[in-house]
């Protein structure tokens, strides 16, 4: 690809400028978290200058200047995602808070003894806890898709596992150990011919792939504005207003309500039902900032440089004698997970940062996707927008060297 702005992007984010051990960074930590461009920073700064007050509540211009920039921001992640409306939309601290409060709300008041959630196997623990401590609260019953070697879920076992009993599909729209892109579209046809609703963890897709979450017509979608390009703090959770409006609050507090005496209380509309408290309100408009940034470059266009990272990283990883790619699924996100014959991943983790190359090592929040392929841990190397084939080039170098050394 001739055309994308690499060298444009990288100045965009002052981080990629730091020398780590006297080297420069190679930040391949992506799906743990990714950097900020300079936009993002520039608008918490700004906010905190100029535009800061408690949103909602206020009478004084700041007050209203603030809620109307924590609004707009409200109305990009609307666009980004192409929700229906604004108040489809709740701001969260992230993915698993957005989890937590489907699974108390939603789960609490809808599901009963006997009643069975669906999962996959490939789920990172914000998708798998929440839905056990419901099961101990009231009884359900957790139940999990399969999947294969190479991380791809077995579509006609899941099928299989949608009976009357279920009640909640909730799945990865993006494997975070694995990269495995799963088949969402299908999985919500075959839930919704049953009548179940589906809720997609879109922790890791959100920043690699287009999500439109009315053609996907999944009931709720989630995700974290850090993975995003933004700041920490604030995910959202997305769900179909006609569910939304069903669920009872999941906190009490301040902005959720419309009128409180001691006898009782009637709660906000939506989406104020669902956010109770003062909530992160420079970093929701940093959000904001990060979908600006994304949208003038363009998610197709970053999912397409990013698919090419991918592929050139799997090329030359699989020339490394020794080296096991874990998770090769046909439909892949920017991610490659991997194990090294006698080297174990946190040595690679802490031999590969005295190179200058930050990656993850470790069960990555998924134990039971470790468990599945029998390892400990896997090393992860996961590429963002402004990595590059060099790169690329440094970690595969890096590796050659560790095996070279201590294999
Ligand atoms: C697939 C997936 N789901 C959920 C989460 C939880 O996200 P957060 O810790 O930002 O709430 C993550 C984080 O790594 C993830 O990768």
Not at 3 to 24: C, M, T, V
Not at 363 to 372: I, K, L, N, Q, S
Not at 387 to 392: A, G, L, P, V
Request: proline share 4%; net charge negative; aromatic share 8%.
């Amino acid at each position: 690809m001739t055309s994308y702005p690499i060298e444009q992007i990288r100045a965009d984010f002052p981080i990629l400028r730091e020398k780590i051990r006297n080297k420069p960074l190679v930040y391949l930590d992506n799906a743990a978290s990714c950097q900020k461009p300079q936009a993002v920073i520039d608008s918490l700064v700004h906010v905190y200058s100029h535009e800061y007050a408690n949103i909602h509540r206020g009478v004084h211009t700041l007050s209203m200047k603030a809620t109307d920039c924590f609004e707009t921001a409200r109305e990009k992640v609307r666009g980004f995602i192409n929700a229906a409306s604004h108040k489809e939309i709740i701001l969260v601290r992230g993915a698993t808070e957005a989890i937590n409060l489907v699974a108390q709300s939603f789960g609490r008041s809808q599901l009963q003894v006997g009643d069975e959630i669906l999962i996959s196997a490939m789920e990172h623990h914000a998708n798998i806890v929440p839905w056990q401590m419901l099961c101990e609260q009231i009884g359900a019953v957790l139940k999990v898709a399969p999947m294969n070697l190479r991380g791809e879920l077995l579509l006609d076992e899941f099928k299989a596992l949608l009976t009357d009993k279920t009640k909640l599909v909730a799945i990865t729209h993006m494997s975070n150990a694995l990269g495995s892109i799963n088949p969402v579209a299908e999985i919500v046809t075959a839930a919704h011919a049953k009548n179940i609703p589906v809720l997609l963890d879109g922790a890791q897709a959100i920043p690699h792939l287009k999500v439109d979450v009315q053609a996907l017509d999944c009931d709720f979608y989630v995700f974290s504005g850090h993975k995003l390009y933004g700041p920490s703090g604030v995910g959202i959770l997305y769900g179909k207003q006609a569910l939304l409006e069903a669920m009872p609050p999941y906190q009490g507090g301040g902005d959720m309500i419309r009128k409180v005496t001691f006898a009782a209380t009637e709660y906000a509309g939506l989406p104020y039902k669902f956010e109770a408290g003062t909530p992160a309100i420079a970093e929701f408009i940093g959000l904001g900032a990060a979908i600006d940034y994304i949208n003038q470059i363009g998610i197709d266009t970053i999912a397409s440089y990013e698919a090419e990272l991918l592929a050139y990283a799997t090329e030359q990883a699989q020339q490394i004698k020794g080296l096991n790619i874990i998770g090769q699924a046909a439909e892949k996100g920017s991610i490659l997970s991997f194990t090294l014959d006698k080297i174990h991943p946190h040595d690679i983790g802490t031999m590969l940062d005295s190179l200058g190359i930050a990656i993850r090592a470790g069960h990555h929040c998924a134990m039971p996707v470790m468990d599945f392929y029998q390892v400990p841990a896997t090393a992860r190397a996961s590429f963002a927008m402004y990595n590059t084939h060099q790169e690329i080039d440094v970690l595969i170098h890096g590796i050659k060297s560790l095996i070279e050394v201590f294999g």
